[in-house]
C-alpha cells in the first residue's frame, strides 16, 4: 500500500524572489536590466588578481570556520579607520558566504518561538522568510515617501514584552534614503529599558552623498547589543563572490557561530585571501565608492530630470525611486512587466517590499550600479514615455 505524504510548506507565501524573475524576463526580451542590483562593469584588476594567485598557489582548503585570521585583522583595521571603533578579530567578526547568511545567522540565532520582529517597510525581502522559519512574528512601521524617515512614535507603540529583534537597514534598500544620528538616538531610547536586540544591515555603508551615512558602529550604547551586518559584494562591485561578515560583542558571536557552522561552516579561502591582501596593500580602496556611485546616480537623474517620471531623493545605496503616477495607473508589478515588455527597461515595483504596501502608491526601483552608456540607453528610452 502507497501512502501518499503531504508537504506542509514552512513558507506558503513564498515564491520565486521578483528580482530572479525580472532579471530572467529581461534576458528574454532582451531588455536593459536597471532590476537586479548588481554591477556590469569590472571589480579592480589588482584583486581579481589577487584570488587567482591565491588559488593557484594553493590555498583551496577549509578556512578556519571564524574567516582566515588575516582578513578578520583587516576588517578589524577597516572598521577602526572608518567609525573610530576598536573590535576583537578573534571575539567579535565572523566571515561568512554573503551578508544573506550573516543576516540568516543572526536571526536564527536570537529569535525564539513567538518573539516578535520589528522590521521597517518598506524592507528586503530576505528579513520575514528568516524570521518565520526562527518562529518569530514581524511587525511593521511603515517608512513614508518621500524621504521615508523612521515615525519612532509608531515604532514605540510596537514595542511590546514580546519584541526581541530590530532590523535595521541604512542606506536604505530599495529607498535609497539614509538613517541620522538623531535616528540612532531615538531608536536607544526607545529600547534602552528593554531586552531587545539590534540586527542593522550596512551592506551600502560605503556608498552614501553628501553628508556621511550614520552606523551603528558609531553609538556607544547600541553596539554593545547590535550585530553589524556588511558586504564586500556591494563594497567591492562583486556581488558573485559572496563574502560578507558580521560584526557583533562576544556573546552575541558565540550564538551566531553555533548557527554559522552548521550553515556554510566557513567562505571560499582564496577569495577571503584575496580580500584580506587587497585591504592591507590598498587600506583606502573603499574611500572613493561614495563619489564613483555619485556620478553613476547624477547621470541616471539629468537623463530623466525632463521625463514624466517624479524622481524620489536618492542619499546612498546604487538605488533610484521613481514616481510614474503621469504614466499609468497600472499597479507597479505590472507596469514592470510592461516596461520590459514595451520599452525594454526591467525595474523592480517598490510594492514588493511591502506587507501591506501604502494604497496607490506607483513606485519602481532602478539600479544604477551600470556602465554609463547602459544608464544613458535606458534614460533615453523611459523619457520618452
Same mark, same amino acid.
Given at each position: 500500500?502507497?501512502?501518499?505524504?503531504?508537504?506542509?510548506?514552512?513558507?506558503?507565501?513564498?515564491?520565486?524572489?521578483?528580482?530572479?524573475?525580472?532579471?530572467?524576463?529581461?534576458?528574454?526580451?532582451?531588455?536593459?536590466?536597471?532590476?537586479?542590483?548588481?554591477?556590469?562593469?569590472?571589480?579592480?584588476?589588482?584583486?581579481?588578481?589577487?584570488?587567482?594567485?591565491?588559488?593557484?598557489?594553493?590555498?583551496?582548503?577549509?578556512?578556519?570556520?571564524?574567516?582566515?585570521?588575516?582578513?578578520?585583522?583587516?576588517?578589524?583595521?577597516?572598521?577602526?579607520?572608518?567609525?573610530?571603533?576598536?573590535?576583537?578579530?578573534?571575539?567579535?567578526?565572523?566571515?561568512?558566504?554573503?551578508?544573506?547568511?550573516?543576516?540568516?545567522?543572526?536571526?536564527?540565532?536570537? *529569535?525564539?518561538?513567538?518573539?516578535?520582529?520589528?522590521?521597517?517597510?518598506?524592507?528586503?525581502?530576505?528579513?520575514?522568510?528568516?524570521?518565520?522559519?526562527?518562529?518569530?512574528?514581524?511587525?511593521?512601521?511603515?517608512?513614508?515617501?518621500?524621504?521615508?524617515?523612521?515615525?519612532?512614535?509608531?515604532?514605540?507603540?510596537?514595542?511590546?514584552?514580546?519584541?526581541?529583534?530590530?532590523?535595521?537597514?541604512?542606506?536604505?534598500?530599495?529607498?535609497?534614503?539614509?538613517?541620522?544620528?538623531?535616528?540612532?538616538?531615538?531608536?536607544?531610547?526607545?529600547?534602552?529599558?528593554?531586552?531587545?536586540? *539590534?540586527?542593522?544591515?550596512?551592506?551600502?555603508?560605503?556608498?552614501?552623498?553628501?553628508?556621511?551615512?550614520?552606523?551603528?558602529?558609531?553609538?556607544?550604547?547600541?553596539?554593545?547589543?547590535?550585530?553589524?551586518?556588511?558586504?564586500?559584494?556591494?563594497?567591492?562591485?562583486?556581488?558573485?563572490?559572496?563574502?560578507?561578515?558580521?560584526?557583533?560583542?562576544?556573546?552575541?558571536?558565540?550564538?551566531?557561530?553555533?548557527?554559522?557552522?552548521?550553515?556554510?561552516?566557513?567562505?571560499?579561502?582564496?577569495?577571503?585571501?584575496?580580500?584580506?591582501?587587497?585591504?592591507?596593500?590598498?587600506?583606502?580602496?573603499?574611500?572613493?565608492?561614495?563619489?564613483?556611485?555619485?556620478?553613476?546616480?547624477?547621470?541616471?537623474?539629468?537623463?530623466?530630470?525632463?521625463?514624466?517620471?517624479?524622481?524620489?531623493?536618492?542619499?546612498?545605496?546604487?538605488?533610484?525611486?521613481?514616481?510614474?503616477?503621469?504614466?499609468?495607473?497600472?499597479?507597479?508589478?505590472?507596469?514592470?512587466?510592461?516596461?520590459?515588455?514595451?520599452?525594454?527597461?526591467?525595474?523592480?515595483?517598490?510594492?514588493?517590499?511591502?506587507?501591506?504596501?501604502?494604497?496607490?502608491?506607483?513606485?519602481?526601483?532602478?539600479?544604477?550600479?551600470?556602465?554609463?552608456?547602459?544608464?544613458?540607453?535606458?534614460?533615453?528610452?523611459?523619457?520618452?514615455?
Amino acid at each position: 500500500m502507497t501512502i501518499a505524504s503531504v508537504l506542509i510548506s514552512k513558507l506558503p507565501s513564498v515564491g520565486t524572489t521578483i528580482f530572479t524573475k525580472m532579471s530572467a524576463l529581461a534576458a528574454e526580451k532582451g531588455a536593459i536590466n536597471l532590476s537586479q542590483g548588481f554591477p556590469d562593469f569590472p571589480p579592480d584588476s589588482r584583486l581579481l588578481e589577487r584570488a587567482s594567485q591565491a588559488i593557484l598557489t594553493g590555498n583551496n582548503q577549509y578556512s578556519p570556520m571564524t574567516g582566515l585570521p588575516m582578513l578578520r585583522e583587516a576588517i578589524a583595521r577597516l572598521i577602526e579607520g572608518h567609525y573610530g571603533r576598536k573590535v576583537n578579530s578573534n571575539d567579535d567578526i565572523t566571515v561568512t558566504s554573503g551578508a544573506s547568511e550573516a543576516i540568516f545567522d543572526a536571526i536564527a540565532a536570537l *529569535v525564539h518561538d513567538g518573539d516578535e520582529v520589528i522590521l521597517f517597510d518598506p524592507a528586503y525581502d530576505l528579513y520575514e522568510p528568516a524570521v518565520t522559519l526562527a518562529g518569530g512574528v514581524c511587525r511593521r512601521v511603515i517608512l513614508k515617501a518621500p524621504d521615508f524617515r523612521p515615525d519612532w512614535q509608531a515604532f514605540s507603540e510596537l514595542l511590546t514584552d514580546k519584541t526581541r529583534l530590530v532590523i535595521i537597514n541604512t542606506p536604505h534598500n530599495p529607498t535609497g534614503s539614509c538613517w541620522l544620528e538623531e535616528d540612532l538616538e531615538s531608536l536607544w531610547q526607545a529600547i534602552a529599558q528593554r531586552d531587545i536586540y *539590534v540586527l542593522s544591515d550596512e551592506v551600502y555603508e560605503f556608498i552614501h552623498f553628501g553628508k556621511s551615512a550614520v552606523s551603528v558602529h558609531q553609538h556607544p550604547e547600541l553596539i554593545k547589543r547590535s550585530l553589524v551586518v556588511s558586504s564586500f559584494g556591494k563594497s567591492f562591485h562583486l556581488t558573485g563572490w559572496k563574502v560578507g561578515y558580521i560584526v557583533a560583542p562576544k556573546a552575541l558571536t558565540v550564538e551566531l557561530r553555533k548557527v554559522h557552522q552548521f550553515v556554510s561552516f566557513c567562505t571560499a579561502t582564496p577569495l577571503q585571501q584575496a580580500l584580506a591582501e587587497h585591504l592591507m596593500a590598498e587600506p583606502e580602496a573603499s574611500a572613493g565608492l561614495s563619489g564613483f556611485y555619485q556620478q553613476k546616480r547624477d547621470v541616471l537623474r539629468n537623463a530623466l530630470a525632463d521625463s514624466r517620471f517624479t524622481l524620489l531623493p536618492c542619499t546612498g545605496t546604487y538605488f533610484q525611486l521613481l514616481d510614474y503616477s503621469e504614466i499609468s495607473d497600472l499597479d507597479d508589478v505590472a507596469f514592470c512587466e510592461w516596461l520590459i515588455d514595451q520599452v525594454g527597461v526591467a525595474a523592480i515595483p517598490v510594492s514588493v517590499f511591502y506587507q501591506q504596501p501604502p494604497t496607490n502608491q506607483r513606485l519602481i526601483r532602478l539600479c544604477f550600479a551600470k556602465e554609463e552608456s547602459t544608464l544613458l540607453d535606458a534614460a533615453q528610452r523611459l523619457a520618452r514615455l
